[in-house]
């Protein structure tokens, strides 16, 4: 018989692969409507308008029960990290998928699981066993092969694409620290008001 906790981190494993799923989803019916509007909309419009979508949706959430410990955050430095590393990467993959064949951004982003692994031995201390890195170079040389790379020229939006996955990379670790003591949706509306009050400033300076 399982044991409560047991019990318990199944049900929690269950739960994150239902979440991990949903997000893949989500993203890939984003981005791809993204590539859809016309080539003259601005990244940035893009970014505010799914960052105040995201708002609209978190608010009822917020307004749930405890509102003092709903919008009280903690671990302030690591949030800041968190949030500018979460803004780069939204804007950074917006930018990179619209610029890109998207079997090209495809390629590109399948090496994000190698840089959060990478970037977890730093930021979160952790062990990689031998298996997980031969699991991850295994899975990628199978992306490279189907797409061949040798296909795909070098510019500006490769690189930003290659800078989309160190950001994200940044953004995963952080929020893994942040959740030990904040509840996610909190995480989840400081970082998308955040990206809206980003978006908006650079909207007024930058577009006219």
Request: proline letters at 4%; glycine letters at 4%; one cysteine or more.
């Amino acid at each position: 018989m399982k044991s409560p906790v047991m019990k318990n981190s199944h049900i929690n494993q269950k739960l994150s692969l239902f979440w991990v799923i949903g997000w893949v989803f989500f993203f890939s019916t984003s981005v791809t409507l993204a590539k859809k509007l016309d080539p003259s909309t601005p990244t940035l419009i893009i970014v505010f308008i799914r960052s105040l979508f995201g708002l609209i949706s978190i608010c009822p959430l917020m307004l749930r029960g405890n509102r003092r410990k709903n919008f009280r955050f903690q671990d302030v430095k690591v949030s800041i990290v968190k949030m500018i590393s979460y803004f780069s990467a939204i804007t950074c993959t917006y930018y990179a998928y619209r610029s890109l064949p998207l079997a090209t951004a495809t390629a590109i982003g399948f090496s994000g699981p190698i840089f959060i692994t990478s970037f977890s031995i730093f930021i979160l201390k952790e062990k990689i066993p031998s298996e997980k890195w031969l699991l991850l170079i295994l899975g990628y040389l199978g992306v490279l092969v189907i797409i061949d790379p040798t296909t795909i020229k070098f510019s500006t939006s490769i690189l930003i694409s290659v800078l989309a996955n160190i950001f994200a990379a940044i953004s995963v670790n952080t929020t893994k620290i942040l959740t030990n003591k904040n509840q996610t949706k909190t995480i989840i509306f400081y970082a998308n008001t955040f990206n809206f009050l980003c978006s908006s400033i650079l909207m007024l300076l930058f577009l006219h």
